[in-house]
């Protein structure tokens, strides 16, 4: 099965930048898109950002301008480039891939661990 592991959250102060990193291991014959969700706490999981396998990417509104979401298809991984972070961005995000196992295969989503990111002065 497809495993997906996260890594580069943190603490950083009003203003910092961090970058998150989400790579899948396994059975994996196309992926088809990645994306990054969080979640505060009380509130529901949102989309923060998605990108097809052809780089075509979309953003909330909320971190237009200041996040940047890219993949390496060879390595099969997906980043979040966040910048000029805000008290508001604190939540655990998660990234998520919608893949192919192998040729003739349903189409199955998988969500990596959670990385929680922390803005505090």
């Known amino acids: 099965q497809v495993q997906l592991v996260e890594s580069g959250g943190g603490l950083v102060q009003p203003g910092g930048s961090l970058r998150l990193s989400c790579a899948a291991s396994?059975?994996?014959?196309?992926?088809?898109?990645m994306g990054w969700y969080r979640q505060a706490p009380g509130k529901q999981r949102e989309l923060v950002a998605d990108?097809?396998?052809?780089?075509?990417?979309s953003y909330a509104d909320s971190v237009k301008g200041r996040f940047t979401i890219s993949r390496d298809n060879a390595k099969n991984t997906v980043y979040l480039q966040m910048n000029s972070l805000k008290v508001e961005d604190t939540a655990v995000y998660y990234c998520?891939?919608?893949?192919?196992?192998?040729?003739?295969?349903?189409?199955?989503?998988?969500w990596g661990q959670g990385t929680q990111v922390t803005v505090s002065s």
């Open positions: 998520n891939m919608a893949l192919f196992a192998w040729r003739g295969a349903g189409l199955e989503h998988y």
């Open positions: 990108i097809s396998r052809g780089g075509v990417t």
């Open positions: 396994g059975t994996i014959f196309s992926i088809i898109a």
